[in-house]
């Protein structure tokens, strides 16, 4: 089983730019796929995007499309969300998750979460 444990949130301004990481131990990591999430105060956990167990396919919330982009290095154990363009309604605290198949809000497997703060 990995443990994750994200870094890179922090404040910036509307239209800077974030790169989130997700760091895993545990010798499995390319046997999940991952993904990120966020959620606002006041509201529920939403999805951003997630990464298959090779990385050759990528999936994003429409709200982010365009902007963010999700990667993986699995000679690092490393899942990055490189963010540009930040919005204000992009704050929220970021989550990465691991699954074996495909990564969703019930998810078993996630970390702290990291908070991003986008001001305008």
């Known amino acids: 089983q990995v443990q994750l444990v994200e870094s890179g949130g922090g404040l910036v301004q509307a239209g800077g730019s974030l790169r989130l990481s997700c760091a895993a131990s545990?010798?499995?990591?390319?046997?999940?796929?991952m993904g990120w999430f966020r959620q606002a105060p006041g509201k529920e956990r939403e999805f951003v995007a997630a990464?298959?167990?090779?990385?050759?396919?990528?999936y994003y919330a429409d709200s982010v499309k365009g902007r963010f982009t999700i990667s993986r290095d699995n000679a690092k154990n490393t899942v990055y969300l490189q963010m540009n363009s930040l919005k204000p309604e992009d704050t929220a605290v970021y989550y990465c998750?691991?699954?074996?198949?495909?990564?969703?809000?019930?998810?078993?497997?996630w970390g702290q979460g990291t908070q991003v703060t986008v001001s305008s």
């Open positions: 990464i298959s167990r090779s990385g050759g396919s990528t």
């Open positions: 545990g010798r499995t990591f390319s046997s999940y796929a």
């Open positions: 998750a691991a699954d074996r198949v495909v990564v969703t809000t019930t998810s078993k497997l």
